[in-house]
């Protein structure tokens, strides 16, 4: 069972969102895949320094503020509520991480 369980997470072995801080990021050779969307928040792994810095690739939103955001309705910008889902069980940040 254990052994079974553990096979599987290492296959799917996922990153956890910056933004709303659940297993939703892709792998890439042991780093969370640069471009990837978090379907929970929308956020777009970007190579930030830090969360004050404006990210390019979610149209000049810092990480703090895509924070702010998902906190106070779900999502990491207003315009990206339609696209984001519920996070899923085993997307919760406990285990993994
Ligand atoms: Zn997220």
Redesign the pocket.
């Known amino acids: 069972m254990w052994k079974w369980i553990s096979k599987k997470k290492l296959k799917e072995k996922k990153h956890k ?1 910056p ?2 801080g ?1 297993i ?1 990021i892709a792998d890439d050779q042991g780093f969370p895949c640069f471009g990837d969307i ?1 379907p ?2 929308f ?1 777009e792994i970007d190579s930030l320094s830090g969360p004050d810095e404006p990210s390019d690739s979610n149209h000049g939103l810092t990480l703090f503020q895509a924070q702010q955001n998902y906190q106070a309705f779900g999502a990491c910008d207003k315009k990206s509520l339609k696209f984001v889902r519920a996070p899923k069980p085993e997307e919760l940040s406990t285990i993994n991480n």
């Open positions: 969102c933004c709303c659940y939703t978090c929970v928040c956020w």
